[in-house]
């Protein structure tokens, strides 16, 4: 990879890219868009400047040979994914939502325990380094037990 050395103050940037990282480019930007707007119920809700770098980067799929990768839909006048790109992509989205799900679980569950024995207030006032070490051994049980026993044995309570 070469890194050159580039003027401070532009206003205009180009990137040259082979066929084989402009497909990565759009794998990442095809990502990165879904992160970031995957929870949008509306189109105001979505963030305009991530989905207008969005149409820029689809625009030069034709030029590069990733037609099967990306379309342009004549009645909306934008380009989208095409369904191969998504299933090929899909892998990726899954597996982020697993991880998500179980780092989320292991870090709200072990949270909630540290309020409850120690109380919000000294969890809030507890040095960095104790809140750490507390909540890494309350997040490793966890993380034992989901792995032995997956959510079977995980119920609630009624109190």
């Known amino acids: 990879m070469n890194i050159h050395k580039l ?3 532009i206003d205009e940037i180009t990137i040259t890219l082979s066929k084989e990282q402009y497909k990565a480019l759009l794998k990442t930007v095809y990502l990165g868009e879904w992160l970031i707007n995957s929870h949008a119920v509306t189109d105001d809700e979505m963030e305009q400047d991530v989905e207008d770098i969005e149409q820029q ?20 006048l934008k380009f989208f994914p095409t369904l191969d790109m998504e299933i090929e992509l899909m892998d990726y989205i899954e597996e982020y939502n697993d991880n998500n799900f179980w780092d989320e679980l292991l870090d709200n569950l072990a949270t909630r325990d540290l309020i409850e024995k120690y109380g919000e207030e000294k969890v809030n006032a507890m040095p960095v380094k104790e809140f750490s070490k507390l909540h890494f051994d309350l997040t490793k049980q966890y993380d034992d037990e989901f792995v032995a026993h997956n959510l079977d044995r995980l119920r609630i309570i009624k109190r």
């Not at 799929?61 to 990768?69: F, K, N, P, Y």
């Open 7 to 9: 003027p401070t103050n």
């Open 57 to 76: 980067v689809y625009s030069y799929a034709a030029l590069a040979g990733q037609t099967e990768w990306i379309e342009f839909n004549e009645s909306f």
